[in-house]
């Protein structure tokens, strides 16, 4: 199992190639695109997430504020073998809240992951993510997401509190 600390920071957008074309621009490289489907269970905090992409799947299990500014996180992972399995087994104990997909495009940028989203029933989202060594850095990570959104041109109405689950049951 991994533990990991991250600087997060999500905003919905209009245009989504003009976004790519920014980016560009800016120097940001792209690094892949994959498929993925995410189902969410029921859990008493935090989000609890079976991720399954293009042939690797992991369990995600993530706490962090909802509020619409740069925010940290914090995420354990564990590598999953039998998916179907898993998934049967945590929707009979925990009951299974949604299942969201989406098209993501994996870009890099000054030091962080930038992740260009297509999410079926929501549209087009980009996320900032930057790893956290530890609670001291946080603070520099969190205003150099919000530099970099500024630097995208992304508006502050654009800004999003909520994770897709959460935007998905209430749009």
């Known amino acids: ?5 991250l600087a997060e920071l999500k905003a919905r957008v209009a245009d989504p190639d003009a976004v790519r074309a920014r980016l560009q621009a800016l120097g940001a490289v792209r690094e892949r695109a994959v498929t993925q489907r995410d189902t969410f269970f029921h859990v008493a905090r935090g989000r609890l997430k079976l991720r399954e992409e293009d ?4 369990l995600i299990y993530y706490e962090r504020d909802d ?11 564990a590598p999953v073998t039998d998916p ?22 994996i870009w890099r940028w000054d030091g962080a992951e ?3 989203d297509e999410v079926a029933g929501l549209g087009s ?6 790893e956290v060594g ?3 850095r946080m603070p520099s990570a969190l205003a150099h997401l919000r530099d970099l959104i500024r630097r995208l041109g992304i508006a502050a109405p ?3 509190s909520r994770s897709y689950v959460d935007l998905l049951a209430r749009p």
């Open 1 to 5: 199992m991994s533990t990991l600390l």
């Open 55 to 58: 042939g690797a799947t992991r």
């Open 67 to 77: 509020v619409a500014d740069a925010k940290a996180s914090h995420v354990r992972l």
């Open 84 to 105: 179907a399995a898993l998934r049967t087994l945590l929707a009979d104990a925990l009951g299974t809240r949604t299942v969201v997909t989406k098209r993501r495009e």
């Open 114 to 116: 930038v992740r260009l």
């Open 125 to 130: 989202f980009l996320e900032f993510l930057e």
């Open 134 to 136: 530890d609670d001291a």
């Open 158 to 160: 654009e800004i999003q």
